[in-house]
């Protein structure tokens, strides 16, 4: 881990029903979470306001996606001003699952996190490689290209979080190495370092993604580049999520 604020978010993806969700949310009121770590938790729309009135403020809430503008005639969509009212700090934008399986592109992708930070939020702003273009020895470029459509769309880094996920190594059980981790966390600091700004580059969070769990978590937290976690899977039980969260000590 590096000098900011760990920084630990927990995504649920499309799972979960009423009951296990208050299951989880009991589990987590009940862990015992270090201090100095941020954590996050992104449920389903749906059940956002469930969690909100019954989850510990302690955790903030991030929604997994949001519309690219201002809400209206766009069916299906959930709007930032709505995501807001219900008490979300945070979106998760640019996820693979959003890029790979909707079709998402990076200018769309860019527009979400402009919007969403222009009204507030906090942005959870994933990049990844496939695992054909990191076997093509294209993971600098894929991560590269992928960051600058974000750089070039946003007014400010101020409230983004940077989550590097390997799309390999989601939900696959196959994590990324702390050495494999650590050298591609270390290359987009110096991305942010010479294409934003040092001041970016050493205050912005790059946290990991792609099986992590807590067997797996102390070892890449000791990698200097890596400031915490979007955790997955993991991330719906409620006493493992609390052992990634103190991973940091
Ligand atoms: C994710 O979806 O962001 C993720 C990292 O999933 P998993 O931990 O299940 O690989």
């Known amino acids: ?84 009212d219900i008490g979300c700090k945070w979106v998760i934008l640019g996820h693979s699952e959003r890029r790979h399986v909707i079709g998402e592109d990076d200018q769309f992708i860019g527009k979400k996190a402009a919007y969403a930070l222009s009204e507030g939020l906090g942005v959870i702003a994933c990049i990844g490689e496939l695992l054909e273009e990191r076997e093509a020895g294209k993971t600098f470029d894929v991560c590269f290209q992928q960051l600058k459509a974000y750089a070039d769309a946003v007014p400010s880094w101020d409230s983004i979080v940077i989550a590097y ?7 696959t059980g196959k994590v990324a190495t702390p050495e494999q981790a650590q050298e591609v966390h270390a290359a987009i600091r110096d991305w942010l370092k010479k294409n934003v700004s040092s001041e970016v580059a050493s205050k912005t969070r790059i946290i990991y993604g792609g099986s992590v769990n807590g ?29 990634i969260v103190n991973s940091v000590t």
Do not use: H, M
């Open 1 to 84: 881990a590096g000098s900011g604020k760990f920084f630990v978010g927990g995504n649920w993806k499309c799972n979960g029903t009423k009951e296990s969700i208050a299951k989880l949310v009991s589990d987590l009121n009940n862990a015992k979470l270090e201090d100095d770590v941020d954590v996050v938790v992104a449920p389903p729309f749906v059940y956002i306001e469930q969690v909100k009135s019954s989850l510990t403020s302690r955790i903030e809430i991030s929604a997994q996606n949001s519309w690219v503008s201002k809400g209206g005639a766009f069916t299906g969509e959930i709007s930032v001003e709505q995501l807001k």
């Open 165 to 171: 996920e390997p799309v390999w190594a989601i939900g």
């Open 215 to 243: 067997s797996n978590c102390a070892e890449l937290a000791k990698k200097e580049d890596i400031d915490g976690f979007l955790v997955g899977g993991a991330s719906l039980k409620g006493p493992e999520f609390g052992t």
